[in-house]
């Protein structure tokens, strides 16, 4: 018990300064279930810092929690080109991936088609291909979109404990970034045509990836990046702005599992982007961060996620927002 008192200390302690706009209103119905959503649009100046944290709770299948060690883990291995797998889904193949293991032999017999846009989805710690993640977004996009949707597959190195998993980032990020760029240059595929969305551990892989292609890719949606271990000022780990000529970055979990720090061009933060409705106490967070991919799928279908920027988040409790509105997500993310 006095673990879950500490944890619920900590991300109280996380007290968000904003200096830019904040907030938002609109309610929203979303199509899988309904809650009331409020998104937030903002930068926030303070700069929260992931490393402070030693240890965070993990919820277990069986109701149970355990405590995942940040101080004195060890690193259960190393990451090499093999851990990362990739799976192509299209319109005609939306169920069974096709797995890529070689760029021009696979992707020539396959439904893959170069004069369409490419998106990479990346996956987060204890996550793999099949994981809701990447079911719910793939599905919703390829519903409404032909294109070539690419789910990366890390599983063998983000199943490990998650000091291994974040450790491994950087080097998966790059080799996510080599897949691209082959990719690209066998097909002739501008990298105007792509664009990334990660969740968690996977939205500071994509900002990797993408900055190992120079900024180039078009756009990278950061689902609730991840926080621990994560220092907002190493732009060579945590996802930011010049990562890709467009960053957008949706929190659901600030101050627990993902950062509240503004990172990108536009940071949304529905319902104030620590706790979600619907999510009962969520000692973990695990819920409220699980909503960035949701809402993300959810606005693809249906883009209502209408936000409003705000001056502080003070102005935002108060119902005070007067700055310019925009749509949360959507398959074209809005670009100021
Ligand atoms: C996907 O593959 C599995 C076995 O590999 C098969 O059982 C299933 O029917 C396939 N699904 C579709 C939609 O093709
Ligand atoms: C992918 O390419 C590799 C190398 O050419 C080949 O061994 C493998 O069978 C191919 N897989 C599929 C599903 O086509
Ligand atoms: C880029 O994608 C668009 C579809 O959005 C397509 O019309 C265009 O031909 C693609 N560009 C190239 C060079 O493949
Ligand atoms: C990125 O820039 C470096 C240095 O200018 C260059 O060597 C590399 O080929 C570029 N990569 C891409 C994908 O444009």
Same mark, same amino acid.
């Given at each position: 018990?006095?673990?879950?008192?500490?944890?619920?200390?900590?991300?109280?302690?996380?007290?968000?300064?904003?200096?830019?706009?904040?907030?938002? /209103?609109?309610?929203?119905?979303?199509?899988? #279930?309904?809650?009331?959503?409020? !998104?937030?649009?903002?930068?926030?100046?303070?700069?929260?810092?992931?490393?402070?944290?030693?240890?965070?709770?993990?919820?277990?299948?069986?109701?149970?929690?355990?405590?995942?060690?940040?101080?004195?883990? !060890?690193?259960?291995?190393?990451?090499?080109?093999?851990?990362?797998?990739?799976?192509?889904?299209?319109?005609?193949?939306?169920?069974?991936?096709?797995?890529?293991?070689?760029?021009?032999?696979?992707?020539?017999?396959?439904?893959?088609?170069?004069?369409?846009? =490419? =998106?990479?989805?990346?996956?987060?710690?204890?996550?793999?291909?099949?994981?809701?993640?990447?079911?719910?977004?793939?599905?919703?996009?390829?519903?409404?979109?032909?294109?070539?949707? @690419? =789910?990366?597959?890390?599983?063998? @190195?983000?199943?490990?404990?998650? =000091?291994?998993?974040?450790?491994?980032?950087?080097?998966?990020?790059?080799?996510?970034?080599?897949?691209?760029?082959?990719?690209?240059?066998?097909?002739?595929?501008?990298?105007?045509?792509?664009?990334?969305?990660?969740?968690?551990?996977?939205?500071?892989?994509?900002? @990797?990836?993408?900055?190992?292609?120079?900024?180039?890719?078009?756009?990278?949606?950061?689902?609730?990046?991840?926080?621990?271990?994560?220092?907002?000022?190493?732009? $060579?780990?945590?996802? $930011?702005?010049?990562?890709?000529?467009?960053?957008?970055?949706?929190?659901?979990?600030?101050?627990?599992?993902?950062?509240?720090?503004?990172?990108?061009?536009?940071?949304?933060? !529905?319902?104030?982007?620590?706790?979600?409705?619907?999510?009962?106490? $969520?000692?973990?967070?695990?819920?409220?961060?699980?909503?960035?991919?949701? #809402?993300?799928?959810?606005?693809?279908?249906?883009?209502?996620?209408?936000?409003?920027?705000?001056?502080?988040?003070? $102005? /935002?409790?108060?119902?005070?927002?007067?700055?310019?509105?925009?749509?949360?997500?959507?398959?074209?993310?809005?670009?100021?």
């Amino acid at each position: 018990m006095n673990l879950v008192i500490l944890l619920i200390a900590f991300s109280l302690s996380h007290t968000v300064a904003l200096a830019g706009p904040v907030l938002v /209103y609109n309610i929203a119905q979303l199509l899988s #279930y309904s809650i009331l959503v409020s !998104p937030i649009r903002n930068y926030v100046s303070l700069e929260e810092d992931g490393n402070r944290i030693s240890y965070f709770l993990v919820e277990k299948g069986d109701g149970t929690y355990e405590v995942e060690d940040l101080t004195s883990a !060890p690193i259960q291995s190393r990451a090499t080109e093999r851990d990362v797998k990739y799976y192509l889904y299209t319109k005609s193949n939306k169920e069974n991936g096709t797995i890529i293991t070689n760029i021009f032999t696979n992707l020539t017999s396959s439904s893959f088609d170069p004069n369409k846009e =490419v =998106v990479v989805a990346i996956h987060g710690w204890k996550n793999d291909f099949s994981s809701p993640i990447n079911a719910h977004i793939k599905d919703a996009i390829l519903d409404k979109f032909d294109l070539n949707f @690419i =789910v990366v597959d890390w599983s063998s @190195i983000a199943g490990r404990n998650y =000091v291994t998993a974040k450790n491994a980032v950087l080097q998966i990020g790059r080799y996510i970034g080599t897949f691209i760029a082959s990719l690209a240059s066998t097909y002739g595929i501008p990298l105007s045509n792509i664009s990334l969305i990660g969740h968690s551990l996977g939205a500071h892989a994509a900002g @990797i990836a993408s900055s190992a292609l120079n900024g180039s890719i078009d756009h990278i949606v950061g689902l609730d990046p991840a926080s621990p271990l994560i220092s907002v000022s190493n732009k $060579d780990y945590c996802l $930011d702005a010049s990562d890709a000529k467009f960053v957008q970055v949706i929190h659901t979990n600030g101050g627990l599992l993902g950062l509240s720090t503004s990172l990108g061009h536009t940071d949304y933060f !529905p319902n104030g982007g620590k706790r979600q409705p619907g999510c009962g106490l $969520d000692i973990t967070g695990s819920c409220a961060h699980a909503r960035s991919y949701e #809402y993300y799928a959810s606005s693809i279908h249906n883009n209502i996620f209408l936000s409003q920027e705000c001056s502080s988040y003070k $102005d /935002y409790t108060r119902g005070k927002c007067s700055g310019s509105f925009s749509l949360m997500g959507g398959y074209s993310i809005e670009k100021e």
